[in-house]
């Protein structure tokens, strides 16, 4: 009675490493390669941007924080601020005062939307975020876009005007791409991609290279060992 086919692959960790060893050259090698081309890529093919910041303090400037109840309604103003700071309003009038204080810059709601974040870190203070690949118009967009969200908070809660903390300034230093992490996470991929095809080289290999192979997969035992003559099989190769 025939046995049934038994399909299950099994692996020898300790053979796999010593494989893996062999191919060392290969793994190291992919992986720089992958990093250089993560490291050129980011410095030469893709445009760095700039990010300028300006921050507002959200409570109005007549208002002291005193007590737990100020504190909490100036965590719901900074609240309130995320929501209204990208609001079409405020897009529109940072647009229009950018036209008038800036005469020949122009831009339509989604491109200021793009370039602009909010966001307030669990403070009262809030963070007007513009990444352009220009290092000026992210400076002149964040200070604008600060005044605007100021203007609309203070018409819609009928109060006085929240406090301007920090002016955005050109950046000196690009803020993106991230070099170091490109050129990290591309030699960490080549290095992964390399063992990958290592294993699979090693999986789909069906030589026999032992005697328990010859048991293993035969079923036969071993009567006889011819060792590898070396210096016959450089010869021959000659």
Known sequence: MNEPFDDEIEIDLL??????????????????????????????????????????????????VTSLADIQISEKLAEDYLIIAKSNPVLDGTIERIQKERGGLTYTRSQINDKLSVNDRATRILEVNVVSENAEEASIIANVAGVEIVEQMAAITKSDPSTIVQKAEPALVPYGPDIRKNTLIGGAAGVMAAMAIVVIQFILNGNIKSEEDIMKYLGLKTLVVIPEDRELKRHRDE
């Open 15 to 64: 053979a796999l490493l010593y494989f893996l060893e062999k191919k060392w050259w290969m793994i190291v090698g992919l992986g720089a390669a992958l990093a250089v081309t993560a490291f050129l890529v980011s410095t030469r093919l893709i445009t760095p941007t700039y990010r300028s910041t300006t921050l507002i303090y959200v409570l109005p400037s007549s208002t002291s």
